[in-house]
């Protein structure tokens, strides 16, 4: 049988060394890597990797698409899919900095704890993202809001840059989602009031929330946390907290650990369906989270 070869490609300087391991340990026999990428060179790319195989050794060929821009990614990911032609067709995934696999898995963790502990599903859900501008907080608010939750991107920095995330999310997915400062500790605090859910995603080794903030927020239930990186993103959310208490009015926690775990076998799934599938895929955020919901 043919080998299996995945192609991987970044905008950036570097592929992501955890990629590639994660590429090689799913199955994958040759990796290769590309890096500094435009999206101008995708379609080339592509057909080269498409026309050297066999027809039916097309679906053992694999492109991903890394980099640290869910947008690009996305744009890269189609780029790609639109230069395919039949019957050369390969398989095609984006996970720019492992965000749509941490992204499906922290909402995917987010969606059983929910409906648990407080018989509740994301639809409706008030949800508030911290470091939203990242490429984790921008693809978890539009997995919520894809499920129908009232998603708010609270921008570090005031509300202009989330604002302009909300509208080009709002153009390439059809979804609404609000905006917040949370520049000051009593601005994160006023999110946290009106919020059924934080997701935490800022930078690793920032702290978003304290323990007096938590303590306050009466309307919490969850607080989930993606930083793995001491100081932890939600003072009292543990690396290894999969639903411990926190705080003062019934809330639990999800910390970076929890999260990761399904993250890591969700893009290893992913790699195992590129190699495994006899149809070409073209796998994003979406079929990323369809996997964790069966993996959390
Ligand atoms: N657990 C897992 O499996 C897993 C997997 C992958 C990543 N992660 C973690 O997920 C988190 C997000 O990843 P990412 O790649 O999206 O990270 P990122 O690019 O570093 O950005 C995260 C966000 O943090 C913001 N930020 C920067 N400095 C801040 C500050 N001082 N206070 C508050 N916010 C600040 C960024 O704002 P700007 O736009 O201004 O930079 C951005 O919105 C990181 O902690 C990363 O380590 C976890």
């Given at each position: ?7 991987m490609?970044?905008?950036l ?7 590639v391991?994660m ?15 435009s999206?101008a060179?995708v ?10 195989r066999?027809?039916?050794d ?11 821009d ?15 032609l ?23 963790v ?18 508030a993202?911290f470091?939203?501008?990242?490429v984790?907080?921008?693809?978890a608010g539009?997995?919520g809001a ?5 998603v708010t ?14 509208q080009?999310v709002k ?8 905006v917040?400062?949370g ?6 605090g006023?999110v946290?009031a ?9 930078k690793a ?7 007096a ?33 926190l705080?003062?009015?019934g809330?639990v926690?999800?910390g970076?650990l929890a ?38």
């Amino acid at each position: 049988m043919a080998k299996t070869i995945l192609h991987m490609l970044t905008p950036l300087a570097h592929m992501s060394p955890f990629d590639v391991n994660m590429a090689a340990d799913a199955g994958f026999d040759v990796v290769a890597t590309y890096t500094n990428v435009s999206l101008a060179e995708v379609a080339g790319l592509t057909q080269d990797a498409m026309f050297s195989r066999a027809p039916r050794d097309a679906t053992r060929t694999g492109l991903f698409i890394a980099g640290k821009d869910a947008f690009l990614a996305l744009d890269m990911l189609d780029a790609a899919a639109k230069s395919l032609l039949k019957p050369f067709e390969i398989s095609l995934f984006a996970d720019p900095a492992g965000s749509f696999t941490t992204a499906a898995a922290m909402l995917a963790v987010v969606e059983k704890t929910y409906a648990a502990r407080f018989g509740k599903t994301l639809a409706g859900a008030r949800i508030a993202i911290f470091g939203a501008t990242g490429v984790v907080g921008t693809a978890a608010g539009v997995i919520g809001a894809l499920e129908g939750a009232e998603v708010t991107f609270v921008g570090h920095d005031g509300i202009a840059r989330v604002t302009r995330l909300a509208q080009e999310v709002k153009r390439r997915f059809g979804v609404e989602i609000g905006v917040a400062d949370g520049a000051t500790a009593q601005a994160r605090g006023v999110v946290l009031a009106v919020n059924e859910i934080a997701l935490c995603a800022a930078k690793a080794g920032v702290r978003v929330l304290d323990a007096a903030q938590i303590d306050a927020a009466s309307e919490l239930k969850i607080a989930a946390d993606v930083n793995a990186v001491p100081p932890l993103g939600v003072e009292g959310v543990e690396l290894h907290a999969n639903g411990e208490p926190l705080g003062r009015h019934g809330a639990v926690g999800i910390g970076a650990l929890a999260i990761g775990n399904v993250k890591y076998r969700t893009e290893s799934g992913l790699f195992k369906q590129m190699t495994e599938s006899g149809k070409p895929l073209k796998l994003d955020f979406r079929h990323a989270f369809a996997l964790a919901r069966t993996l959390a």
